[in-house]
């Protein structure tokens, strides 16, 4: 038997860090949301205990350090399963871009293995196997959009915001996030109104939405790779609504409201940057 899941990207709307916690992480508070720009997993059972990873990105390991591998190794040591797997990881999700790719895969070998061994566990349970592999993880079980606090694993559920095109643009060079996050200094930080964009979306105020991206790490990241703020400026002089570095970056994402502006920003944005997307806001959960 083969099943396959699907892993969506996700974006940041907004990334705030309220401090550093006694166990090294940062204290976060962001809004994430999904967009229709998807890796896809397939799951086949095999006929020794191994779990085995390949995927169609050069770049991925597909070893134990894959998160995927990572996720189905938990479940099997949970649940002392000793059936093995094969799992293929289409690539679709820039890789190390702020777009949680390798989180999503995760997210989805948790799915694609409940379902397989039918486990029957709650979308709590497979968030709590989430949170022990990544920050981001527990996020992509379900997807959606979405408050994340703590360390990014505790979620609060929040409306699809209302639809519009999604420019996504990827210089041509990766992000550690760890490296971002230890180069970020907490003192006299421009904190994002949170609140105000959870307000936003909740009354499905576009305007709203798009007038309050703001993501702290944003600045760090141009430190180090200037075209951040290169594309944010051309994808704003090109009409985008609002403008925005996803995550540790360096993938800077622009909403729009209309379809013949958002191709046009995608037209503009390719001869100048190698990774461009134009994707739709996925908004709502996956389960
Ligand atoms: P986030 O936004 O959650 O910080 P990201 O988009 O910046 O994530 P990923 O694409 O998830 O970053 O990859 C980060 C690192 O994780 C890569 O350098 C890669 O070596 C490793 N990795 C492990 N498993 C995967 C996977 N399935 N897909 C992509 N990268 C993976």
Redesign the pocket.
Known sequence: MKVLEKAPAKINLALDVLGKRADGYHEVRMIMTTVDLSDHIEIQETGGDRIRVR?SAL???EDE????YKAADLIKTRFGIKQGVEIW?K?E?P?????????S?AAATIRALNRLWRLGLSYEEMAELAAAI?S?VAFCVRGGTALAIGRGEKIEPLPAPPPCWVILAKPPV??S?AEIYQALTLDNLAHPDTDGMIAAIERGDYEGICSRLSNVLESVTIQKVEEVEQIKRVMARLGADGVLMS??GPTVFGLVRHKSKAQRIYNGLRGFCGEVFMVRLLGGALI
């Open positions: 995927s770049y991925v390991p350090r894959n998160l995927a990881i690539k999700i890789v190390a871009a702020g777009l949680a790719g390798g989180s895969d990544g981001d990766s992000v996030t995550g540790s």
